[in-house]
T-cell receptor, first 107, second 112 residues
């Protein structure tokens, strides 16, 4: 079974701060996904990574396959970024999820 | 496009009762999944279906059955509900090329 560890569990930031959320996993994977769960409960996919780096707007995701580690960065954070961020490792047909990082951005 | 839809949104059952959670997607995805989400545990895979006509167990299948009725629909059945099955249940489907997951809105189930 693959273990997926996220840190930190909880994070509070001031608006405008640069935020980093980390994800580590224990075995080789096909890909890694970053998801966002809104306060209302809905889950959306942010990124799917198998190598390198991806950027969407103020969000940047990186992965180091050799070190089995991924990071999600948010630049110029905003209160609307407040959500739970979840990483998930992808074995093709099965996914294992971290427990999530709860982010609160204060105006 | 509605994406992934789930019914019902909320349900309260008594121990021993049965129910079926319904899920449908209109994105022509081959793969569909059922997850449960519990506080402090993260999402856990119950069952998945890689294509119409096939289903496979995930991490926590005990107490559940599934049916892939056709390409669009994937249902989850609790034959005899137990309080340990109190959870939020999410259905998802994925794109074959990217494996990006699309989630339904969730069903909050309470078993008393």
């Amino acid at each position: 079974k693959n273990e997926v560890e996220q840190s930190p569990q909880n994070l509070t930031a001031q608006e405008g701060e640069f935020i980093t959320i980390n994800c580590s996993y224990s075995v080789g994977i096909s890909a890694l996904h970053w998801l966002q769960q809104h306060p209302g409960g809905g889950i959306v996919s942010l990124f799917m990574l198998s190598s390198g780096k991806k950027k969407h707007g103020r969000l940047i995701a990186t992965i180091n396959i050799q070190e089995k580690h991924s990071s999600l960065h948010i630049t110029a954070s905003h209160p609307r970024d407040s959500a739970v961020y979840i990483c998930a490792v992808d074995f093709g047909n099965q996914f294992y999820f971290g427990t999530g990082t709860s982010l609160t951005v204060i105006p | 496009n509605a994406g992934v839809t789930q019914t019902p949104k909320f349900q309260v059952l008594k121990t021993g009762q049965s129910m079926t959670l319904q899920c449908a997607q209109d994105m022509n995805h081959n793969s569909m999944y059922w997850y449960r989400q519990d506080p402090g545990m993260g999402l856990r895979l119950i069952y998945y279906s890689a294509s119409e006509g096939t289903t496979d167990k995930g991490e926590v299948p005990n107490g559940y059955n599934v049916s892939r009725l056709n390409k669009r629909e994937f249902s989850l059945r609790l034959e005899s509900a137990a309080p340990s099955q109190t959870s939020v249940y999410f259905c998802a489907s994925s794109d074959r090329n990217t494996n990006e997951q699309y989630f339904g809105p969730g069903t909050r189930l309470t078993v008393t």
